[in-house]
């Protein structure tokens, strides 16, 4: 089963642009506050945690759903939130969670380790080709000794299991409220977070603060309503103008941005920027007869301009990307930029190609698809195209066919260059490696390396101190700069733009992807 590629990039942001009187605001916690409008582009897909796998319902799970860990604001780390205390056994193949005293869901029921054992052998039952069970391959069976305690045994050690508890794959359900065999269809949500579902149809979603819940966060605001621009960018744009939403969040276009960011003040409207944890990365099919020849591949990475990328393309909302960890998470090196240099070099290029005997100029088709990773993907590809073609090495062109027609080709290899994006669904080197290099392979590239295999990603995997796999994943990135199975082009960053009532925006946006409704307030 392939990972289901987001549609548009996922909460992930690590730096925050400052807007002015940014976190200074006190406001009555315990959702006294006002009732906060934000509108954004993409929809939800999904109310029930064992479906939803895109941006827009992991939005919703992370503030109706309690998790046994979650991802405090700036931390990487997971920390205790339905749990009390989370622990490995000495072979990293048992995990030990004790829940918390007088847990319970919004509807009142408790909430004990039934509740959890269900939601998880539920999510692995149902396996939706939408949903998260993808991510708990390594899960072997879920015991609950007594009604706080959880035992979760893997099959293979798994040092990155507490990160996708804590993730919106870990949303803990009412077992009273939720079929074990199905999904629900109803449109609502029973969980244990602080926020409740009140209403869900296609417009809007309709959040107000959940009195029972007992977990580590005070809400700032009464209720969040979500309002729905399904792709409309200039409605959303519209909509926080003329003040009928206070955040324009996930849909804004580069130019947009760019030109909110520019009006000084005049517009009412404030842009807070956030680095992100999306990637998107050129892949190479190693079996095509083209680009599976590694002059070929030397020669583009030698010719390709990301600054110039970013700045004619992107507008400068994203920024150059040279390693297959992004930078902000633990492991990142820049691989790429020391094999291949920053700055495009034709002769090295050359150099490449004589070397693997290779005539010039090299036919080569990019192929895209229009919006699934970004709105401006056609834009790039085709400019790298003119980036290869100005050096008089390769006559590339560019083929760009809708998203369903694309996986099928990518599957059946009928593409030698193509385009993939990522966006993580938790900030570990990890969630960056295995899906690639793995068994599983998600790039569909006909590319495997034994020693990343065998010995690199079972190693990083057993290691529990997530600080002690630099030097593998370094080694790991290394391998990939110098095979080229894939090519990375540009990291994210993610936007949000807000009334200048509205204020906590800068909690919302970190390296954890998730979205914090309980830190907005507005005055």
Known sequence: MH?????LPIVAGLACGLLTGCGTETGNAGGNGSTVVMGMSDDVLA??????????????????????????????EPQPDAARACDFDTSTTVYTCTLKDGLKFSNGDDLT????????DRMLKIDDPDGPAVMFTTLDKVETPDSKTVVFRLKVPDATFPSKIASGAGSIVDHRQYDANGLRKDGQ????????????????????????????????NSGVTLKFFHGDQS???????????DIAYRGLTASDIAGLDQRDGTTGVEVVEGSSAEVQHLVFNMDDPVAGKLGVRKAIAYLIDREALIKDVHQGTATPLYSIVPAGVAGHNTAFFDTYGA????????????ADGISTPVDITLWSTPVRYGPATDAELKAIAGQLNASGLFRADVKSVPLEQYEKDIEAGKYGVYVKGWVPDYP???????????????????YTNRTITGSLLPATAAQSDRAATEKEFGRLQDIVAAELPMLPVWQGKQYAVVRENVYGLESCLDASTVFRFWELQKD
């Open 235 to 245: 409605g959303l744009k519209k909509a926080l103008l003329a003040g009928d939403v």
């Open 189 to 220: 949500a029973v969980g244990s977070g602080p926020y409740k579902l009140d209403s869900f149809n296609d417009d809007q979603a309709v959040f107000s603060v959940n009195d029972q819940y007992k977990g580590t966060v005070e809400p700032k």
């Open 113 to 120: 380790s039934e509740d959890v054992k269900f939601s998880f």
């Open 428 to 446: 570990d080197a990890d969630n960056f490696t295995a899906p690639f290099f793995g068994p599983d392979n998600v790039l569909g590239n006909h």
């Open 47 to 76: 109310t029930d945690p064992a479906s939803g796998y895109d941006p827009g319902s992991w939005l919703l799970f992370n503030n109706v759903f309690q998790s046994l860990l979650s991802f405090p604001k700036g931390a990487t």
């Open 3 to 7: 990972h289901q590629w987001p549609v």
């Open 343 to 354: 700055r495009p070099s034709k002769a090295k290029a050359a150099a490449a190609l004589s």
